[in-house]
């Protein structure tokens, strides 16, 4: 990216920000989420404003099943939440610019904390599918970074710490909540993929021994320029599946979405409660 390329940039954001304050007023979102595949009910109960990612200059479609495309702007207990109902992926062909463009919206337009969630394999035996795992570190193997190219120093530095990309607070916080409401969880390390393809058993099996809980496709790089934006961030993997080579039953992207409609009733009460409580 360089000099033009980052004026261009600079516009492309300006027409953004300008386009989605034009449709919400006033409104000033403090939390941010990502709602994964199947997961995206929540945003329909706190509904106030939507608005169609193909709408929105600057925005792609999405054209996973699953992802309904669109931002949701809500208020749940007094605060004000802007949520993706369906993410980007690196495997559709967008660019790790495309894929991670919302969270820098989502940084201008003032959000402080951001929620990721995502659906994923589980890598650990003891983990089961209907978990739900709170990230507390990530291992990039998608092959790229989505901040190499010329550095925007008014969203972050050029070489960001990445220490503690996942908060160690609300790691706390979601854990307490997720005890009070009896919800079944776990923690652990993700590992991203470009995807499409599931992963072969001995990719699983070398995940697992390089320290890895749970596998996707998603969640790395929408962290990495998170933490790169100055953000808190609180991942949240759905456990929908064991990875290839864990069990015998071969992965197809419907259970995915079954699995996670059925434990979408314990997502949305952590995830209300949780809002509540930071």
């Not at 492309?12 to 009910?41: C, N, W």
């Amino acid at each position: 990216m360089d000099f033009l390329h980052l004026y261009q940039w600079g516009y492309k954001m300006e027409s953004t920000i300008r386009f989605i304050k034009e449709k919400i007023g006033d409104f000033v979102p403090e939390i941010g989420i990502i709602l994964g595949s199947g997961l995206g009910d929540f945003a329909d109960e706190y509904n106030l404003i939507s608005i169609s990612y193909s709408d929105i200059p600057g925005f792609e479609k999405s054209r996973v099943e699953g992802h309904k495309g669109q931002l949701v702007f809500g208020n749940v207990h007094s605060k004000n939440v802007i949520m993706m109902q369906g993410r980007y992926h690196f495997y559709e062909g967008y660019s790790m610019q495309t894929v991670t463009y919302p969270i820098k919206v989502m940084k201008k337009l003032g959000v402080k904390v951001l929620i990721i969630t995502n659906a994923a394999g589980a890598v650990t035996k003891n983990f089961t599918p209907g978990d739900l795992m709170f990230i507390t570190d990530h291992i990039n193997f998608m092959g790229t970074n989505p901040l190499i190219g010329l550095n925007d120093d008014g969203l972050g530095t050029r070489f960001p710490d990445m220490s503690e990309v996942y908060s160690k607070d609300l790691i706390v916080k979601a854990r307490v909540i997720a005890e009070k409401l009896n919800i079944s969880y776990q923690t652990g390390v993700y590992a991203a993929t470009t995807g499409p393809s599931y992963e072969t058993p001995a990719e699983i099996k070398m995940y697992s021994i390089l320290g890895a809980n749970a596998v996707g496709m998603s969640t790395v790089p929408e962290a990495i320029i998170a933490n790169y934006c100055g953000l808190k961030v609180l991942g949240i993997s759905c456990l929908t599946n064991y990875a290839a080579g864990v069990s015998d039953r071969p992965l197809n992207h419907n259970e995915v979405i079954e699995t996670a409609d059925k434990v979408k009733d314990n997502f949305k009460n952590l995830l209300t409660e949780f809002i509540k409580e930071v």
